[in-house]
């Protein structure tokens, strides 16, 4: 008797005119072993399938003239339609698109699935993203060829967030942007190297000390480099003390 494989916890299916770019690198390493233990499933689908010429057309020039070509609706159309399952939404990988945050990233892995359409050429024909609710977004301000790496990267950080793929939950919560703040530096054997010793708090044993250090680094990481994110973490942190008051 065979045992029924239980549902993935998470299944993302990828429209594409390279399907074969998919697992790509999240064939290996975590992903790649909780790929293979069914806890997440992916789809790929060939956007081409969906044309309805003989030479199995997807893009033709731009109204109003302009470099490059762009992907035709009724073809985009017709993906979406065959392989998009609701109530998740379809996300169109672009840079005019809301950057992608971890916020973001958590929202997609608390859905059990997730459409991805990754464009190519100059994109894609914007009435298809209207009539089908497409939800647009970015990897970050610069232009990648395609949205594949995008999507990849979309996949990878949801796919690490899933119940049972990384190890230590708490690895998890100290990383950077889940608490508003960037990451803490790391440090490993030996405890001086090339004349460079480990801060002597991190070999003190002392665990609240610890814990109050990194939480100090983390902030003035982020205060140096991330004066955006240090704006929105003290705003909230303001917010709490005052919730916090009588
Ligand atoms: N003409 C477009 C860029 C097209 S790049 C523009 O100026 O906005 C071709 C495809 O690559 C896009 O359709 C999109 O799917 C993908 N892509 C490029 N840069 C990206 C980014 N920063 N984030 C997500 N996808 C991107």
Not at 67 to 90: C, T
Request: a negative charge; proline letters at 7%.
């Amino acid at each position: 008797m065979s045992e029924a494989k239980a549902a993935p916890a998470w299944q993302v299916t990828v429209l594409t005119l390279f399907p074969e770019m998919f697992p790509g690198y999240l064939a290996h390493s975590l992903a790649g072993k909780a790929l293979d233990a069914g806890l997440w499933a992916l789809e790929t689908v060939d956007i081409r399938d969906f044309a309805s010429d003989k030479h199995r057309s997807v893009d033709d020039a731009p109204f109003g003239g302009g470099p490059g070509m762009v992907l035709m609706p009724e073809v985009v159309d017709r993906a979406i339609r065959a392989r998009h399952r609701g109530p998740a939404p379809v996300v169109y990988l672009t840079p005019r698109g809301r950057p992608l945050d971890q916020a973001m990233v958590r929202g997609y892995a608390a859905r059990p699935s997730l459409t991805l359409l990754c464009g190519r050429f100059e994109g894609v024909d914007e009435r298809v993203l209207e009539a089908q609710g497409v939800e647009e977004v970015s990897l970050g301000d610069f232009v990648l060829s395609g949205g594949e790496p995008a999507a990849l990267a979309l996949i990878d950080a949801v796919v690490r967030l899933l119940p049972g793929v990384v190890g230590a939950e708490e690895t998890l919560e100290e990383e950077s942007f889940e608490r508003g703040l960037l990451e803490y530096p790391h440090y490993t054997r030996p405890a001086e190297w090339q004349g460079r010793k480990v801060p002597e708090v991190l070999i003190s044993g002392h665990h609240e000390k610890v814990k109050a250090w990194r939480l100090r680094q983390a902030e003035a990481a982020t205060k140096a480099r991330r004066p955006d994110l240090w704006q929105r973490y003290l705003a909230a942190r303001n917010r709490s003390e005052e919730g916090n008051e009588p």
